[in-house]
C-alpha cells in the first residue's frame, strides 16, 4: 500500500509565507515525478507544479511562477512546495501526487498516487 501524506498547511496572512511537505511511503521514491495540485470547493482541481524524479528539472503554472518553488529530497521520500508572496487566491486544498513525469500535460488521472490533501488559508 503506497501512501503519501502532506504537511504544513494552515492559514497566513498575504504576503506569508509557508512550506507544504509530502512524505511518501513507497519503495523507489527516485523512480517517480512529483506534482502538486489545489483545489476549490466547487471548481476543478488545478495543476501547481512539478519535479523530475532526480530533482534536476521543474514546472511552474503561470499563475505561481517566481512566488512557488517545488524540491524533493529522495533520501527522506519528501517533496516540498515552498509558498512565498502568498495571496488570498492561493486559498486551496492542497495535495501531493506521484506520476511517470513532471509535466504540465499530464492530466489528474495520469497520476498513479495521491496524498489526502492539506487546508491552507490566507487571508487579507
Known amino acids: 500500500q503506497v501512501q503519501l501524506v502532506e504537511s504544513g498547511g494552515g492559514s497566513v496572512q498575504a504576503g506569508g509565507s509557508l512550506r507544504l511537505s509530502c512524505t511518501v511511503s513507497?519503495?523507489?521514491?527516485?523512480?517517480?515525478?512529483m506534482a502538486w495540485f489545489r483545489q476549490t470547493p466547487g471548481k476543478e482541481r488545478e495543476w501547481v507544479g512539478c519535479?523530475?524524479?532526480?530533482?534536476?528539472?521543474?514546472s511552474y503554472a503561470d499563475f505561481v511562477k517566481g512566488r512557488f518553488t517545488v524540491s524533493r529530497d529522495n533520501a527522506k521520500n519528501t517533496v516540498y512546495l515552498q509558498m512565498n508572496s502568498m495571496k488570498p487566491e492561493d486559498t486551496a486544498e492542497y495535495f501531493c501526487?506521484?506520476?511517470?513525469?513532471?509535466?504540465?500535460?499530464?492530466?489528474?488521472?495520469?497520476?498513479?498516487?495521491w496524498g489526502q490533501g492539506t487546508p491552507v488559508t490566507v487571508s487579507s
Open positions: 513507497v519503495s523507489h521514491f527516485d523512480d517517480y515525478a
Open positions: 519535479i523530475n524524479w532526480s530533482g534536476e528539472s521543474t
Open positions: 501526487a506521484a506520476g511517470k513525469m513532471c509535466s504540465i500535460l499530464l492530466r489528474p488521472e495520469d497520476y498513479d498516487y
